[in-house]
């Protein structure tokens, strides 16, 4: 059979009884097209259409979709879960129960008409897509590299994959492209709880929003990662893994066991400051670091290395940084932090970690207001003050132990030639902050010391 029309008029309703998918709807319009068709079929002696085969082509002019989707909002920020499609032309194939759809058209969502072309097929309850779309007037966002791309500015996003019927999906290929830089996927595959359950490789090649190079390369072989490249900003990273409001990168995956080989040219840690020739590997167990040996140099000449092993279900993590101030100021309630040496370890077993940070022969040009009046009793503290140099601390321990979301100082204390002071307490995260101690200027220490005659003269 041969079915052909021109100029024709259908009201998107009637397309209710046949599209029913998720967040997705037709408004009420009236959708003009032309189409040829072609229709075989056998017909059984029961008078039921068999082996039914359908070919069309269609034109349209003008279609509005509604579309609603967190995960494209989280990417192109002048989404309004709207768009527009014309001068369309699809093409549809039914044969045996699998379905085909090819289209090509422009398309806009804010006025700004460009191109997209999209393949569908459906086969074994599995769907196939091949999207190849211009972004030209799309804002894309990636908050996870600090990146943004603006309006009217060439841009190209090509997918390829698939929509399993248990809910998995399957990206071949995925490559967005501005101008010359480009952010490529292989071989990703999701599962229904969204975990990965597998990448062969992640790929960036792009500047972010503050003029940073990212360019990065995550690959897999032989069942191993490795992490190499020039260029990296990890700035978002450093301050969400100190503030505890990130999860690792790591639990995105589901049962991760492999081993991450890194060399990295330069991370940076803050806007000015960065790890160079980042070297060393990452032992995983189920989405978990397991051992870990790293080093690096931050800004060209200072140690940093981090090393974590873990013995009979016991997990040691041991930190060590020369003039840590790039990490340190990440804090919010210590400014102007400077020289020092930080040595970290910990110890993890069955859910409660033990801690110990020291810190030594460094300054701070700003702490709390209580400490700040309390120099003042001391002539070294008005002039580190005055003189800007800030207040000069010789040691400083910490020792605390963490088990939820509680966390239990054993001991705190600080020595410094315009101040001392010793603490202990607990935190409960979000919620309760309970400290008590003793907090003295030198002066009144250094007194009371000399008046005892067995030390003599101090």
């Known amino acids: 059979v041969d079915l052909s029309n021109t100029k024709n008029k259908i009201s998107s309703k009637e397309f209710e009884k046949f599209i029913t998918m998720k967040n997705f709807s037709l408004p009420n319009q009236d959708i003009s097209f032309a189409s040829i068709n072609k229709i075989n079929f056998d017909l059984n002696k029961n008078y039921k259409l068999e082996n039914i085969d359908v070919k069309s082509k269609i034109n349209t002019e003008n279609i509005i979709i509604n579309y609603k989707s967190q995960r494209i909002n989280k990417y192109f920020g002048n989404f309004k879960n709207q768009a527009k499609l014309s001068q369309s032309d699809f093409e549809i194939d039914y044969t045996k129960n699998n379905l085909n759809i090819d289209l090509k058209s422009k398309y806009s969502i804010n006025d700004i008409n460009e191109n997209i072309n999209l393949k569908i097929g459906k086969k074994d309850n599995n769907y196939f897509f091949d999207l190849d779309i211009d972004l030209d007037g799309a804002i894309v966002k990636i908050d996870e590299l600090e990146y943004i791309k603006k309006q009217n500015i060439k841009s190209n996003l090509f997918l390829k994959g698939v929509y399993k019927n248990n809910k998995e999906i399957i990206f071949n290929n995925l490559k967005f492209n501005e101008e010359d830089k480009y952010f490529l996927i292989q071989n990703l595959e999701i599962d229904k709880n969204d975990k990965i359950k597998n990448l062969d490789l ?257």
């Open 202 to 458: 992640l790929k960036i090649d792009l500047i972010n929003k503050i003029g940073k190079k990212n360019k990065l390369e995550f690959k897999k072989v032989n069942n191993n990662y490795y992490l190499t490249g020039s260029e990296f900003d990890g700035t978002r990273n450093i301050k969400k893994l100190l503030d505890n409001s990130s999860r690792s990168i790591f639990s995105y995956f589901r049962n991760l066991n492999a081993k991450i080989y890194l060399d990295i040219d330069k991370y940076f840690v803050d806007k000015k400051s960065h790890l160079s020739n980042v070297k060393g590997e990452i032992q995983l167990k189920n989405s978990k670091i397991f051992n870990s040996d790293l080093s690096a140099k931050l800004n060209k000449n200072r140690k940093f290395e981090l090393k974590i092993v873990t013995n009979n279900n016991q997990k040691i993590t041991k930190l060590d940084i020369e003039k840590p101030a790039p990490f340190i100021n990440n804090f919010k309630f210590i400014k102007g932090f400077k020289e020092g040496n930080l040595n970290y370890e910990s110890f993890e077993y069955e859910g409660k970690t033990k801690s110990n940070l020291k810190i030594v022969d460094f300054k701070v040009q700003e702490v709390p207001v209580l400490a700040k009046l309390l120099t003042l009793a001391s002539l070294q503290g008005i002039a580190d003050l005055l003189t800007g140099e800030g207040i000069r601390f010789t040691n400083f321990e910490m020792d605390y132990e963490s088990l939820g979301n509680t966390t239990t100082i054993n001991e705190m204390y600080a020595i410094g030639p315009a101040i001392s002071l010793l603490m202990e307490g607990y935190i409960v995260k979000d919620n309760l902050t309970s400290l008590r101690g003793t907090l003295v200027p030198a002066t009144t220490v250094n007194k009371t010391i000399s008046k005892i005659p067995m030390l003599g003269e101090i």
